[in-house]
């Protein structure tokens, strides 16, 4: 039992990260995906060696038949209320029904539970759905691996090779940001699927780095001297996150809008991880920043 980890949301970028590494540590995977998926991502996850199972995700008896067995489910879902809190909810209650005795939710993200509700659209949807699972008999492990190292690549504020800038608000040059691989976070979350003594929490980074220290290891990359430079205050930023918003409601359905990243920058410089559990499992290694920068810049 304790090696049969049921996968939701296995055919996106994390989530089949997640099912090789699971398979890599000899678990029995069983990846529970929609009916009608892209047949060229059922493959995938075939080759990689999981069970796939296609499911109406609306109906609660199919998602306690597709639990039965195992000791974990793990939902490496996106979207928003209708997934992270609404289907995220009926798979827990078929987990529940089918005996599953651990669940690690959707919480790939920054720890949020020192920010303010309001501050996060998408965090306050992983507050609801963290809120119901809490009162359930459920033994549950969030995952916060801070901001996916991914985004340093996409000419965010934070880092703009187009610009050759690197951006910060209020006083913070000097402030640690979390940044984690997709692979680093899919190896320690197979470990934690397969660890029946986790706690509630979990913060890890692949590597915690400033501003400052960006603007370094960029220099060291490349051999180029970046424009290091503050953008506005936080106060400012924030208005001007609330003023996107309320400019575009449109937003509201869109998983990305420019607000909402607007809001993942802002928790960016408001919180960090204080207590990794990096050395949790001593065999994984963790990509460094210097190192995740060079494989993308030059």
């Known amino acids: 039992m304790k090696n049969t980890i049921v996968m939701f949301g296995a055919t996106g970028h994390l989530g089949t990260r997640i099912v090789r590494e699971l398979v890599k540590r000899g678990a029995s995977v069983r990846a529970v995906v929609r009916t009608a ?3 060229e991502k059922l ?3 075939a080759q990689l060696g999981a069970t796939v199972e296609e499911v109406d995700m609306d109906n609660v008896d199919a998602l306690v038949k597709a639990s039965k067995g195992a000791g974990c489910v793990v939902s490496a879902l996106a979207g928003l209320g209708d997934v992270i809190v609404d289907l995220q909810k009926r798979i827990l209650n078929g987990a529940l029904q089918a005996g599953v005795p651990r669940f690690i939710p959707s919480d790939f993200c920054t720890d949020y539970m020192d920010l303010m509700p309001g501050e996060n659209r ?3 949807l992983r507050r609801a759905f963290r809120d119901y699972i809490d009162q359930t008999s459920i033994q549950a492990t969030s995952v916060f691996n801070g901001a996916f190292a991914d985004i340093l690549q996409y000419n965010t504020p ?3 090779l187009k610009e050759k800038s690197i951006g910060y608000w209020g006083e913070k040059a000097n402030w640690p940001l979390d940044f984690t691989t997709m692979d680093d976070t899919a190896a320690f979350t197979a470990e934690v699927a397969l660890d029946d003594e986790t706690p509630r929490n979990l913060q890890i980074a692949s ?3 400033s501003p400052t220290g960006l603007w370094q290891d960029v220099k060291q990359a490349t051999g180029q001297t970046f424009r290091l430079h503050q953008l506005a205050s936080l106060d400012d ?7 996107q ?23 960016m410089f408001t919180t960090h991880h204080t207590q ?7 065999e994984l290694t963790w990509t460094t920043s210097l190192a995740f920068i060079q494989s993308f810049i030059q």
């Open 158 to 160: 934070v880092l703009n």
């Open 276 to 282: 990794l559990a990096n050395e949790r499992y001593r």
């Open 237 to 243: 930023f924030a208005q001007h996150i609330k003023r």
């Open 122 to 124: 998408n965090f306050d």
């Open 207 to 209: 590597f915690q780095i």
């Open 245 to 267: 918003r309320a400019d575009y409601p449109a937003g509201e359905q869109e998983l990305y809008a420019k607000w909402q990243q607007g809001q993942y920058l802002y928790s």
């Open 43 to 45: 493959r995938t996850l």
């Open 37 to 39: 998926t892209d047949p």
